[in-house]
């Protein structure tokens, strides 16, 4: 059964910093794309940054470019997801998502609240 | 960008009823769409990919269609379960974007 966990949500400050990590298992990491995607409170979804298999492709959507780093360690079956200089409309939850046939995510994280406020 | 555009934003309806949730992109997606349910506290579950497959476990009821810019998600029947937000989703190119949603909700 695939499993992922995201963790290392919080609250922090506007222009802070954060590093969320996504643990996976019961399936073979780094043969699969994987996705961030956020919801901010009461808001849709966002997609954020995928990368691909060997972590040698990065995406990302235009708001986060510059400020987040997506990252994986396929030796840990782990991702990672740098955020830099935070701002409030930054405040989602975050979920990690595992990717199948170029985009869509049939496994997903239980989320990781991050919380960007003074 | 594209963005999708999904119709109505709420839809009022009783169990056993039919849904039809529609999707259309601001440009040509191909069959590259998917299609997302999530209940409150929870996240997302993938039903429909490539417009038309059902994901795995899924069950019948539920059935996507379309191409190029225009989808449509059908539920046949409506269960109890069924009453959520759902998310329409392309991946024919970067940034990946969603729908605004519709909420099916217990008329």
């Known amino acids: 059964e695939v499993h992922l966990v995201e963790s290392g949500g919080g609250l922090v400050q506007p222009g802070g910093s954060l590093r969320l990590s996504c643990a996976a298992s019961?399936?073979?990491?780094?043969?699969?794309?994987m996705t961030w995607v956020r919801q901010a409170p009461g808001k849709g979804l966002e997609w954020v940054a995928d990368i691909n298999e060997d972590g040698s492709e990065k995406n990302y959507v235009d708001f986060v470019k510059g400020r987040f780093t997506i990252s994986r360690d396929n030796a840990k079956n782990s991702m990672y997801l740098q955020m830099n200089s935070l701002r409030v409309e930054d405040t989602a939850i975050y979920y990690c998502a595992r990717a199948i046939n170029g985009g869509s995510w049939p496994d997903w994280g239980q989320g990781s609240l991050v919380t960007v406020s003074s | 960008d594209i963005v999708l555009t999904q119709s109505p934003a709420t839809l009022s309806l009783s169990p056993g009823e039919r849904a039809t949730l529609s999707c259309r992109a601001s440009?040509?997606?191909?069959?590259?769409l998917a299609w997302y349910q999530q209940k409150p506290g929870q996240a997302p579950r993938l039903l429909i990919y490539?417009?038309?497959n059902r994901a795995t476990g899924v069950p019948a009821r539920f059935s996507g269609s379309g191409s190029g810019t225009d989808f449509t998600l059908t539920i046949s029947s409506l269960e109890t379960e069924d009453f959520a937000v759902y998310y329409c989703q392309q991946r024919s190119s970067w940034p990946l974007t969603f729908g605004g949603g519709t909420k099916v909700q217990i008329k």
């Open positions: 490539d417009a038309s």
């Open positions: 440009q040509r997606v191909s069959s590259y």
């Open positions: 019961g399936f073979t990491f780094s043969n699969y794309w």
